[in-house]
Every structure is written in structure tokens, then in C-alpha cells.
């Protein structure tokens, strides 16, 4: 009978300890899973952080490529404008260095062509002919420069162009019309060098 009881006892406390360790197997279980999960959310959580780390890098260097590129621009800019006005200051320098010698040479022609009008009767034929060539020479060299002689005569009077030192009753021409031209004006390119010097009709 003795012998019963053992072994019944021994039943049950083997079904305890199996008990014992299905539990604790279950809890490893458990835990096992537990400690699973926690590398992972912490890798991913590592690897967002380092996704909006990089994302702000990027906005940041974006921001810094449109800085430069607006700085690029306005530095062409100022090279363009600066390259067109130094252009302009130079073109201004010679045309006025042109403008300045070719009114200096102005009262040479003027004079040769005096002497022109006034050889054609009193010197000899070889005198006058050489006046006239130097007097077309020089022209034709100056009208490459850009010289022009102002016309005048039968024309509007024209402050811009012409000077009026003398003013005559007309009976020919209507009034303010130029009758006369006393001194040839000229024209450099665009731009008057000296205004003809002319007489005006009025209104008798």
C-alpha cells in the first residue's frame, strides 16, 4: 500500500515540475521576445533620426546652392554693366580726342579754302590746283573720321545747327529761313562741332 502512495506522489510531483517548467519556458519565451523588440524599435528609431539629420543637411545645402547662384548672378551683372561702361568711357575718350583735333584742323580749311577762291584769279594755274588737292585731301581724310559739312542754305533756321549773327529782310524767302551762310558748320558722326554761322530772313 506504502508503495501506492509513492508512486502516486512521484506522479504528481513530476506533473508539478513539468508544470514548473513549461511556465518557465513560457516566461523565456516572453522575455526572449521582449528583448527582441527592443533592439528593433531602437534601430529604427536610430535610423529616422538619421534620416531627418540627412534631409536637413539637404535643405541646407539647397539653401546654400540658391544663395550662391543669386550671388553668381548678381556678380555677372555688375561685370556686365561694368564691362559696357568702361566700353562707353572708352569710345566717349577717343571720339572726343577725335573731335578735339578735327575742330583744331577746322580754321585749316577754312583758310584753304579762302585761298582756294582767291588763287583762282591771282596765282598761277599750277598754284591753284595744288591748293585744291590739299584742301580735297584733307576733307576726304576728316569725312573718314565721321566730318560732315552742315547744309544750310534754303534751309529752316535751326538753333541746333546754325548760328544766326545776322538777320535781312526778304523778299524771296519766308521768314526764318536761312538767306546765307557765313561760315561753314560741321557735324562730327552725330554730334555738331560748330554750328554754321548764318543770316536769317525776317519778315519785311
Request: glycine share 6%; charged share 35%; proline share 3%.
Amino acid at each position: 500500500m506504502r508503495k501506492n502512495n509513492d508512486t502516486y506522489t512521484d506522479g504528481l510531483q513530476g506533473q508539478k515540475n513539468m508544470t514548473e517548467q513549461e511556465q518557465e519556458g513560457k516566461l523565456g519565451s516572453d522575455a526572449s521576445a521582449e528583448t527582441g523588440e527592443q533592439p528593433q524599435v531602437a534601430e529604427e528609431k536610430a535610423k529616422a533620426e538619421q534620416t531627418l539629420e540627412l534631409q536637413q543637411q539637404i535643405k541646407a545645402l539647397e539653401q546654400e546652392k540658391e544663395e550662391l547662384l543669386a550671388r553668381l548672378t548678381r556678380l555677372q551683372a555688375d561685370f556686365d554693366n561694368y564691362r559696357k561702361r568702361t566700353r562707353a568711357e572708352r569710345e566717349e575718350i577717343v571720339e572726343y580726342a577725335t573731335s578735339e583735333l578735327v575742330c583744331k584742323l577746322l580754321p585749316v580749311i577754312d583758310n584753304l579754302e579762302r585761298a582756294c577762291a582767291s588763287t583762282e584769279e591771282k596765282a598761277t594755274e599750277g598754284i591753284a590746283e595744288g591748293i585744291v588737292k590739299i584742301t580735297k585731301q584733307l576733307k576726304e581724310l576728316l569725312e573718314k573720321e565721321g566730318l560732315t559739312a552742315i547744309e544750310c542754305k534754303g534751309k529752316p533756321f535751326d538753333p541746333q545747327y546754325h548760328d544766326a549773327v545776322m538777320r535781312e529782310e526778304s523778299g524771296e524767302f519766308p521768314p526764318d529761313i536761312v538767306v546765307d551762310e557765313l561760315q561753314k558748320g560741321y557735324m562730327l558722326k552725330d554730334k555738331v562741332i560748330r554750328p554754321s554761322m548764318v543770316k536769317v530772313s525776317v519778315k519785311q
